[in-house]
């Protein structure tokens, strides 16, 4: 029992002391903002609001004058893009939050803001944050997936660890952004309720302001018809008032559409400039009285204050594309692709391989090796795939890996040191040779799917015949193995029961180390503990929400996204958000509740008081070393209008054989809460509760249960 307090008094200091990065603090930073802009004439702060071209994707011009030499933005997400080189391409969002682990999460975000640091960017365009609301979205894999409150725990880790290295993060794409359909042209509206909104697509963006992001990148959709980055309501309403959000507005790139309307309704630096709606344009609209110049010196304060507040003025490194910024960094990237790695299926302990016994492997499929048209893939004649290892995905999000290591060449470099014998065939439609070598004793087939931001993707199936490979070899070899490279959720039926198929890894986006990391998890050198981000349904319609090519993105489907409606609706996916195996087994135990606080709600930051305490024991049942993810799902008193249960704490626990861990999840107030539409807050409902505690959102692996009753 004294152990147990002595466990919950330590997390509740961490809770509280591990939001104070290495920083001036806002309010400083604001007060020195204030100083510097009112040392400008009006000329000089009204072209701040808008880029300039610059050898970074967007560039703050400098003022001399004041000794400010500008300030460089850079994509991207995962790592410094834009197609510089001597950097580290790392795992993607989607990879990082099947990680389900928040020191990684957050050693993720450090050492890419280590080399953005380096090269002498100050702000990264990313986390990329919008949800995984449609499976065929373009750019699923530079977000965390389906769920807000992982999307959150990724989005709030990222961006501690990149500002803690100095370096202002950029939460994107605000808001609505999920899919690519349309996105510019005519710009879709997303019409999203208050709850859904609050819920759901606010949610991620809630925890990256409260983590102390410096920029929020506004979308290129509309939100209830008026452009995400003119919109009073989403700028002005929900982030600055409602978030208290103190940074700055930026436009994504192009998405401004007008002056005078984006800088009083809450956008506050155009990118990457030259349109002429904002910048110098904005001398004429104070001058002619319908802009206050008090709205221009909020905008230029807010530019800088991130600024301030990660003292980019004082010795920060300069723009050197050139310059070598990897260091180790190999090392980290490895340990990310493979912790994202996740183990869907293994039966007959087909998995670990084990060289003794394992002997011949044979491997199949043109996703198994380098794309032949070099490491920076724009996609095949459609758009849709390439023929290659998939590193990244496409678009802005892309990192140039400086090399990739593919899996045949690890695999080939293993059989060196391990003697076993290797063959294959990576001509990927040639299903004579395929069928013929596929009469072998274990055959690895790899399969993938890619997109790009830019458009989304056509289907859920794999590139280029996948399905129709994986079931060549598997009608002839009787332990297949198949490893899935994809951005997102990928339809998995035409052969995923087959007895034949005895073992399936989701590879997913795992950056540079790809190949590497999954000889690790092959082997049994790394025990695989990664789980889904997305349900894996069993057909495409039961995901119950899709891209529009109609002007209007309807989000009538409410807060019941994703395993949230497979359960209300009851359908039995593939696969269950949450999912993952490993190479043990462990049991969960002794569940407890204790209440920590009867306070209610005030402010958002009250939001982050821990309400309830959550603790068990897990124990490695198995006897090799691995990871389980504790996951705390809570059922809603019918007052708050909740799925049957949601996603509202989780922990990844290592452990050794045998060993037995105690695991403390807290449930802050913001977990107990809805959105309150009538009073237009968040409320702590009345009633009971249910607390299901478990290894996947699967009701049968959510072993635990308790209650509690407000
Ligand atoms: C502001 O920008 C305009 C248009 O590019 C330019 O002509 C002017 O010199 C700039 N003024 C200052 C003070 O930088
Ligand atoms: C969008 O419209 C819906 C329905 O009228 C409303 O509930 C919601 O608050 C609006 N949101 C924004 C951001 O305008
Ligand atoms: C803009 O939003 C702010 C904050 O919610 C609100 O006070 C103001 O009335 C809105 N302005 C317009 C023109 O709707
Ligand atoms: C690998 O197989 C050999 C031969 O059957 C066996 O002795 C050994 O214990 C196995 N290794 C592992 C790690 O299971
Ligand atoms: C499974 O593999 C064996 C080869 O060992 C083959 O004879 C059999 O037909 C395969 N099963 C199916 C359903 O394809
Ligand atoms: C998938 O669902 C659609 C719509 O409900 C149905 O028409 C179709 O037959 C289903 N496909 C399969 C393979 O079950
Ligand atoms: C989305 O709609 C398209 C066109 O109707 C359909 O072909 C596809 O199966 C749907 N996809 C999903 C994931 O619902
Ligand atoms: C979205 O809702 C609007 C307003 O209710 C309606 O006019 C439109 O047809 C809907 N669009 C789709 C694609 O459902
Ligand atoms: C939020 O409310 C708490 C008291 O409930 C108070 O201590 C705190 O200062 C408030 N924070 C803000 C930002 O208003």
Not at 9 to 36: C, E, H, P, Q, R
Not at 535 to 544: F, L, Q, R, V
Not at 647 to 664: A, H, I, K, N, Q
Request: hydrophobic letters at 40%.
């Amino acid at each position: 029992m004294l152990k147990r307090c002595f466990i919950v008094l330590v997390y509740l200091t961490l809770t509280i002391s591990d939001v104070s990065s290495k920083n001036i603090g806002w309010n400083a930073a604001i007060a020195k903002a204030k100083v510097f802009v009112a040392q400008m004439t009006l000329e000089e702060k009204c072209n701040l609001t808008a880029g300039v071209p610059s050898p970074c994707a967007g560039y703050v011009p400098p003022v001399p004058r004041l000794g400010f030499n500008g300030m460089c933005l850079q994509d991207a997400p995962s790592g410094v893009g834009d197609g510089v080189g001597f950097v580290t391409s790392f795992p993607g969002g989607i990879h990082t939050a099947a990680m389900w682990d928040q020191d990684l999460m957050f050693k993720r975000g450090s050492v890419i803001g280590q080399e953005f640091r380096e090269k002498g960017v100050h702000v990264a365009l990313g986390p990329m944050i919008n949800i995984d609301r449609n499976a065929l979205h373009g750019r699923n894999w530079e977000g965390f997936g389906s769920d807000p409150y992982l999307s959150g725990m990724n989005a709030y880790q990222y961006v501690l660890g990149l500002q803690d290295q100095g370096v202002v993060a950029t939460p994107k794409h605000y808001i609505g952004n999920e899919q690519e359909t349309n996105r510019v042209s005519d710009s879709y509206s997303a019409n999203i309720d208050d709850k859904t909104i609050h819920e759901i697509y606010l949610w991620p963006f809630a925890d990256a302001v409260y983590a102390g992001a410096g920029s929020v990148m506004c979308a290129y959709n509309r939100v209830n018809q008026t452009h995400a980055c003119q919109n009073n309501k989403t700028l002005n309403g929900l982030l600055k008032d409602e978030l208290a959000y103190n940074g700055n507005v930026m436009s994504d790139w192009g998405a401004t559409h007008a002056g005078l309307e984006s800088a009083l309704g809450g956008l506050d630096l155009e990118m990457p400039g030259g349109s002429g709606f904002m910048g110098y344009a904005l001398v004429a609209k104070v001058r002619d009285g319908s802009l206050p110049e008090a709205r221009v010196d909020d905008m230029v304060t807010r530019i800088f204050a991130p600024y301030f507040l990660l003292e980019q003025d004082q010795g920060f490194p300069k723009l050197d594309w050139n310059r070598d910024v990897t260091h180790d960094h190999y090392k980290v990237n490895r340990e990310l692709a493979r912790a994202g790695m996740i183990l869907l299926k293994n039966l007959r302990n087909t998995l670990p391989l084990n060289t003794s016994v394992d002997r011949l492997l044979t491997i199949f499929g043109a996703a198994a090796t380098q794309y032949d048209g070099g490491l920076n893939p724009g996609g095949g004649p459609s758009g849709q795939g390439y023929d290659g290892a998939i590193y990244q995905g496409g678009g802005s999000g892309f990192v140039k890996p400086t090399y990739g290591v593919d899996p045949l060449s690890a695999l080939l470099a293993k059989a060196r040191d391990s003697n076993f014998q290797i063959q294959f065939v990576t001509r990927q439609t040639d299903f004579g040779t395929v069928s013929s070598l596929a009469s072998a004793p274990l055959c690895l087939v790899f399969i993938s799917a890619w997109s790009s931001e830019g458009s989304d993707r056509q289907n859920l199936n794999a590139w280029n015949q996948g399905d129709k490979l994986v079931q060549t070899v598997a009608a002839k070899c009787a332990s297949t193995i198949v490893l899935v490279n994809s951005v997102s959720q990928l339809n998995l039926e035409a052969w995923i029961e087959w007895d034949n198929i005895s073992a399936v890894i989701w590879t997913g986006i795992p950056g540079a180390e790809y190949g590497n990391a999954l000889v690790d998890v092959l082997f049994g050198d790394y025990n695989p503990g990664g789980k889904l981000v997305f349900t894996i349904a069993k057909n495409d319609s039961d995901y119950g929400t899709n891209i529009t090519q109609t002007p209007d993105s309807n989000y009538t489907e409410g807060v019941f996204l994703d395993y949230r409606h497979f359960d209300a609706a009851m359908i039995a996916p593939r696969f269950h958000f949450g999912f993952g195996l490993s190479y043990t087994t462990f049991s969960l135990t002794d569940l407890r509740i204790a209440k920590v606080t009867d306070q209610t709600p005030g402010n958002t930051s009250d939001l982050y008081v821990p309400a309830y305490i959550v603790s068990l024991y897990i124990t490695n049942t198995g006897n090799v070393r691995g990871s389980e993810v504790v996951q705390l799902y809570l059922g809603f008193p019918n007052e708050a209008a909740e799925p049957p249960k949601v996603l509202r704490g989780f922990s990844r626990v290592y452990l050794e054989p045998g060993e037995t861990v105690p695991v403390t999840l807290t449930l802050r107030q913001k977990d107990i809460s809805y959105w309150n539409v009538i009073m237009q807050q968040f409320t702590v409902a009345k009633g009971a509760y249910k607390v299901y505690v478990g290894t996947s959102g699967n009701w049968d692996d959510l072993k635990l249960q308790g209650a509690f009753t407000v």
